[in-house]
């Protein structure tokens, strides 16, 4: 099994532009999470979604939106990248219990230049 | 919904066995409590997690206090590739906050050789 796979691990944008990040998950689960990471510091929840069709706000949802159409992904977007977007995405998921494993990515760098 | 407390760093010999603490005095009676790691540059990846009786699997074992106000995450011999953030988190057992994993700032642990 893959796992968690995120698209594209890499990306510069410039001020403005519009990007979607991708996350793919193989593992049948319910819930799925969006996080950024700046350095030095824990990670932060943007949106998260806890099935097909449903997703709601984390802690930093500003500026991001999402979208669950299908099970298995979870799409982040930057309508007008922002330098304060610059920063490490990570996607995870895991299933519908708490006291479950949660599976991570490893990550896409960003770069709003 | 509940914090934790963990100490910003901490040191640790190679093949020593490593305590990492975290306070969570506000803990109510059905939180899990998890651990995960998160090595260089690299996503975060699950550790462990319980409930009230200790736990143990190959990776760590978890000590959970009588009165769960407090755990410790024991590394048994600790190796350099061992050297990560370690977040300590709560998860409700029902409710909305049982959807989301909150993560703070995290014990990052160096491994001596």
């Known amino acids: 099994n893959a796992g968690v796979t995120q698209t594209p691990k890499f990306r510069v944008l410039k001020t403005g532009q519009s990007m979607t990040l991708l996350c793919a998950q193989d593992m049948n689960h319910e819930y799925m999470y969006w996080y950024r990471q700046d350095p030095g510091m824990g990670l932060r929840l943007i949106h998260y979604?806890?099935?097909?069709?449903?997703?709601a706000k984390g802690e930093v949802p500003d500026g991001y939106n999402v979208s669950r159409l299908k099970k298995q992904n979870f799409l982040l977007g930057l309508e007008s990248a922002a330098p304060s977007q610059t920063s490490v995405y990570f996607c995870?998921?895991?299933?519908?219990?708490?006291?479950?494993?949660?599976?991570f990515g490893q990550g896409t760098r960003l770069t709003v230049v | 919904d509940a914090k934790t407390t963990q100490p910003n760093s901490m040191e640790s010999n190679e093949e020593e066995p490593v305590h990492l603490p975290c306070n969570h005095s506000?803990?109510?009676?059905?939180?899990?409590i998890h651990w995960y790691r998160q090595l260089p540059s690299q996503g975060p990846e699950y550790v462990i997690h319980g409930l009230t009786s200790n736990v143990n699997n190959r990776m760590a074992s978890l000590a959970i206090a009588e009165d769960r106000k407090s755990s410790t995450l024991i590394l048994h011999r600790a190796t350099l590739r061992d050297a990560a953030v370690y977040y300590c988190i709560l998860t409700p057992y029902s409710g909305a906050g049982s959807y989301q994993l909150t993560f703070g700032k995290g014990t990052k642990l160096s491994v001596i050789p």
């Open positions: 995870a998921s895991r299933p519908e219990a708490p006291n479950t494993e949660a599976f």
């Open positions: 979604s806890v099935g097909e069709g449903t997703t």
């Open positions: 506000t803990i109510s009676g059905t939180d899990y």
